[in-house]
């Protein structure tokens, strides 16, 4: 009997490390009746002559875990334990139980299996009997992802970077044979939106659903990412790719002094001291470059503005959702702002000469690839920063967005052939500087926060 008690802990462990994992999966759970069979293989040196007493405890039990762990989930019926035929009965007279139950089915005795028990459900069988898992049998080899983590966050960055820097060049080059920034500024979300739609509709990933309350706390993000979204472009439109990303580079600045006068955090000397080269820099830059205009410069400031309310009404809406649904969401959202202002200031013009003097230029298969590709591009590239993100700490991630910037500059010199002076030079490099000394201090601030010990309760205080 006290085998017999073993391997009904061993068994009934195997179904509940199955149920935990995939509580609402039929394929899970013909998984799990094969590896409880497994078991009752691997049992038999010990078991001996109670091999038929075995098979029974196999049912009863595995008749117990589905009536309990499956049963709310899938629809089946309460069943019967008072023994292993009326269980058996009762998951027969279920659709899902004739599956599971049928000859064919993973519960049919099959002696020449002997498959080792993956990892999860020896730890389990551990926890269950009391003692450690046989470290005979074999574990299952681990994936790349598990083994190569430093390399699979390398590729991240390597995206990252590609992505943007191939969306700001073929952004620019669309601008200048098509300068419609609000029209292209819809391209960029309605290839975005339809790239999530096709993702939720093959399950990759699985959409999470959205109510009245969700949506209201999600529209100021998304008005604000439009309309941080449009002006950028309109900005790109009208100066050189370099100089509205040495304006953009001020963005930690506004978000300094929105926390600090309108959310009321208090903000260290340190950071203020460290954002006074990024306003220095910047100015610098502005005063000497050559393509300045004050489209260019007043929407690349305005986007500033846009992106940093974007960050106070985000932390606002924390919602719980995966970033993944929540960016989709704000892109649907945010597409939706932006169709109007693209109609009502560039519609017009657009059917008048702005389509036909774009398809004479390049031709109408390279105009329609360009909008496509660079609305690809431009989700893609937000898609993997909010993934590195999620796999590296504030400061590398930090650190990394202001190497991003420096690419981006860099390259869109080369490939424009832009003609800077010594001072815009020498302004952009103090900026991308004084932004990599902010970032360094705010991600320092970050992680000192999340290791700091929480609070202590009132009552703990004045005891």
């Not at 038999?44 to 049912?59: F, W």
């Not at 005795?109 to 898992?133: H, I, N, T």
Request: hydrophobic share 45%; with cysteine; net charge positive.
């Amino acid at each position: 009997m006290a085998k017999l008690r073993q391997l009904e802990d061993l068994v009934r462990a195997n179904c509940l490390a199955f149920l935990c994992s995939h509580p609402r999966s039929i394929s899970s759970a013909r998984e799990m009746a094969s590896l409880t069979e497994k078991a009752t293989h691997m049992s038999k040196p010990m078991m001996g002559s109670g091999q038929l007493a075995s098979r029974h405890l196999v049912k009863r039990t595995m008749a117990s875990s589905l009536g309990t762990g499956l049963r709310r989930g899938m629809g089946l019926p309460k069943l019967d334990m008072t023994s292993p035929s009326n269980g058996a009965a009762a998951l027969r007279s279920h659709s899902f139980g004739k599956s599971i139950m049928s000859a064919d089915s993973p519960f049919a005795p099959s002696p020449k299996s002997r498959v080792p028990l993956s990892p999860v459900c020896m730890a389990a069988a551990a926890d269950a009997g009391g003692s450690d898992a046989s470290p005979s049998v074999s574990t299952s080899s681990e994936g790349f992802l598990a083994k190569y983590p430093a390399l699979v966050t390398g590729f991240f960055f390597f995206m990252w970077y590609f992505l943007n820097v191939i969306f700001n060049i073929l952004n620019k080059k669309i601008y200048n044979y098509f300068p419609y920034p609000y029209f292209v500024s819809v391209i960029h979300l309605l290839v975005g939106v339809v790239y999530c739609c096709v993702c939720w509709t093959i399950g990759l990933p699985k959409r999470a659903p959205i109510d009245k309350q969700l949506l209201s706390l999600l529209t100021p993000v998304a008005f604000c990412h439009a309309l941080g979204h449009v002006m950028s472009n309109v900005s790109f439109a009208a100066v050189a790719v370099s100089f509205t990303h040495t304006v953009k580079a001020l963005e930690p600045f506004f978000n300094a002094a929105a926390s600090q006068f309108i959310l009321g955090q208090q903000i260290p000397l340190s950071l203020w001291l460290s954002l006074a080269p990024v306003v220095l820099g910047v100015s610098m830059a502005s005063m000497t470059e050559l393509s300045f205009n004050w489209l260019g410069f007043l929407s690349a400031m305005t986007s500033n503005i846009a992106f940093t309310y974007r960050s106070i009404y985000s932390k606002k809406a924390m919602t719980g959702m995966d970033s993944t649904n929540v960016y989709a969401y704000i892109s649907i959202i945010a597409l939706f702002f932006c169709i109007p202002a693209a109609v009502v200031l560039e519609g017009p013009k657009l059917l008048q000469t702005g389509f036909s003097d774009a398809i004479a230029k390049v031709g109408m298969q390279k105009f329609l690839s360009d909008l496509f590709w660079v609305g690809m591009f431009y989700h893609l590239y937000n898609q993997l920063a909010t993934n590195t993100l999620e796999r590296v700490a504030p400061l590398t991630h930090a650190v990394g967005n202001v190497l991003k910037r420096v690419f981006v500059i860099g390259f869109s010199i080369v490939i424009f052939g832009n003609k800077i002076s010594t001072q815009t030079a020498i302004g952009t490099s103090i900026a991308i500087a004084g932004v990599a000394i902010y970032s360094y201090i705010k991600a320092q601030m970050e992680e000192a926060k999340k290791k700091a010990p929480p609070p202590l309760p009132e009552d703990a205080k004045t005891a």
